[in-house]
């Protein structure tokens, strides 16, 4: 039987809004044990950012003395969030989620309600290896 991505996606995934701070995101990362986080503005998916995305930012040389760290995390996620965003919408199957996961080398895909774009949940690697892993017993 083919499962619909609203079957296993995450609901309720952390987000931020697109003020939300570098310093902010890389917290809620930490506190809810999540890699990545949607972007939303007014619960509409505006973009997406990765643990990856905050390590390359945060890790990248210093333009000059003067640009510290701390800055850098003040920054607002707004100004590093992919905003082309690879979603899915909640009705369609886990193999599309996986098709995408692997053309675009992505971790998770955001899953938005097809009629209004709003984010509804959020599918990663991991639920679609916890749903395969049922047809194995």
């Not at 003020?19 to 044990?33: C, I, N, P, S, Y």
């Amino acid at each position: 039987m083919v499962k619909s991505v609203h079957e296993i996606m995450s609901l309720n995934p952390v987000s931020v809004g697109p003020t939300a701070t570098l310093r902010e995101v890389r917290d809620k990362m930490a506190e809810f044990e999540v890699r990545h986080i949607p972007v939303v503005d007014e619960n509409e998916l505006i973009g997406i950012i990765s643990d990856r995305d905050l390590g390359r930012i945060l890790l990248a040389p210093l333009e000059s003395e003067e640009e510290a760290l701390e800055k850098r995390l003040d920054q607002p996620v707004s100004r590093h969030m992919s905003s082309d965003v690879i979603s899915i919408d909640t009705e369609s199957e886990i193999g599309d989620a996986i098709d995408l996961m692997v053309e675009y080398k992505v971790g998770a895909i955001p899953v938005v309600d097809g009629e209004n774009g709003r984010l509804r949940g959020i599918v990663s690697y991991i639920d679609v290896l916890r749903a395969s892993r049922e047809l194995f017993l």
